[in-house]
C-alpha cells in the first residue's frame, strides 16, 4: 500500500507541475518582444525534456500497481487508470501548446526579422523624403 501512496502523490506532484506550465506555455504576449518570448518557450521546452523521466517513473509505477493489481479493490484500480490518463492527456497538451508556440514565434520572429530589414531598407536618407516641420 505504500506504493499506491506514493503514486498518488506523485500524480498529485505532477498535475501541479504541468498546470504551473500549461500557465506559462499559454501565456503569449504582443509580438512585440517576439525573441524574448522565443527564448522563453525555448527554455520551457527544454525544462519539459528534462522533467519527462519523473513522469515516466511515475506513470511505471501506476502501471505497475495496474499489473500487479489483482489485490487491489476494483475502485482502487480504476482510480490509478483514471489519475494514469489525467496525467497523460496533460502532459500531452502541454507539449503540445508549447510545440505550436514554438512554431508561431518562430513564424512571428521571421516575419518580424523581414519587416526591420524592410524598414531600414526604406529609411536610408536621400533627398526624396519630404522634410516634416
Not at 499506491?4 to 504551473?20: H, N, P, T
Not at 509580438?31 to 511505471?60: C, F, G, W, Y
Not at 480504476?78 to 497523460?88: F, G, K, R
Not at 520572429?109 to 536610408?124: E, F, G, H, K, P
Amino acid at each position: 500500500m505504500m506504493v499506491l501512496v506514493q503514486f498518488s502523490r506523485g500524480v498529485e506532484d505532477e498535475k501541479a507541475w504541468i498546470s504551473e506550465h500549461l500557465t506559462r506555455a499559454y501565456s503569449s504576449r504582443p509580438l512585440l518582444d517576439v525573441a524574448m518570448q522565443l527564448a522563453n518557450i525555448t527554455s520551457l521546452s527544454k525544462l519539459i525534456d528534462s522533467h519527462r523521466p519523473l513522469l515516466r517513473h511515475v506513470s511505471e509505477v501506476g502501471r505497475r500497481l495496474l499489473q500487479r493489481g489483482h489485490s487491489l479493490p476494483l475502485q482502487q484500480r480504476s482510480n490509478i487508470e483514471t489519475e494514469l490518463a489525467q496525467v497523460d492527456a496533460m502532459w500531452l497538451e502541454l507539449e503540445t501548446v508549447v510545440q505550436q508556440q514554438k512554431q508561431r514565434l518562430g513564424a512571428g520572429n521571421a516575419a518580424d526579422s523581414v519587416y526591420q530589414v524592410t524598414c531600414s531598407t526604406l529609411r536610408l536618407p536621400g533627398p526624396w523624403f519630404p522634410q516634416i516641420l
